[in-house]
């Protein structure tokens, strides 16, 4: 008998990049988690373990619907890799300053103002509403990926004098593609 091996690899979205409109826009609401959305999140985790991330939401991959997935479990172990559908915080308390990055905005960090703790409600992978409390980086990174939901980017949180370097270095990088 002869067996034969098969290798899936999962489908690598491509991401999109901070002048893309898709990047402003609401996401709607999914109205039924079905085997369509569980590969959308498979492909998500995907690309975002390959981008070397530790969050994606949907429009990133220019899919306008309410979905993210993370994973910090390296960072904290208490929190396994998780997607949520139609999240919504219902809580957050306390506040913290911590530096951010983005897949979509590549090479960018700056310093954001975000509660250090939310409680968070959404939708599993099943179909099944959960109910559940981010603290310090889950937290942070809960709100980064929500905030995608909505057409908001970190960047937007930055103060007058990030928001002035941030023009100077995407000018720097803007020159520098039309020197090459």
Do not use: W
Not at 51 to 73: F, H, M, N, S, T
Not at 76 to 86: D, Q, R, S, T, V
Not at 111 to 140: H, I, P, S
């Amino acid at each position: 008998m002869t067996s034969i091996l098969i290798e899936i690899k999962m489908a690598k979205l491509n991401i999109e990049i901070y002048t893309a409109p898709v990047l402003r826009r609401c996401a709607s609401l999914v109205e039924r988690v079905t085997p369509e959305i569980n590969q959308l999140v498979q492909d998500m985790f995907e690309t975002m373990y390959e981008a070397k991330g530790i969050g994606l939401a949907a429009p990133q991959v220019g899919i306008l619907q309410r979905i993210i997935v993370c994973d910090i479990e390296e960072y904290e172990p208490m929190y396994p890799p998780m997607a949520l559908i139609n999240p919504v915080i219902i809580e957050c308390s306390g506040q913290a300053i911590g530096e951010e990055g983005c897949l979509s905005l590549p090479g960018i960090m700056g310093l954001v103002t975000r509660a250090e703790m939310v409680c968070v409600t959404g939708l599993t992978l099943n179909g099944t509403e959960v109910k559940f409390t981010g603290l310090d980086l889950m937290a942070r990174v809960l709100q980064h990926e929500m905030e995608h939901l909505d057409g908001v980017l970190f960047i937007d949180h930055f103060d007058n004098m990030q928001r002035a370097m941030l023009k100077e270095l995407m000018l720097e990088k803007s020159n520098n593609k039309e020197a090459k």
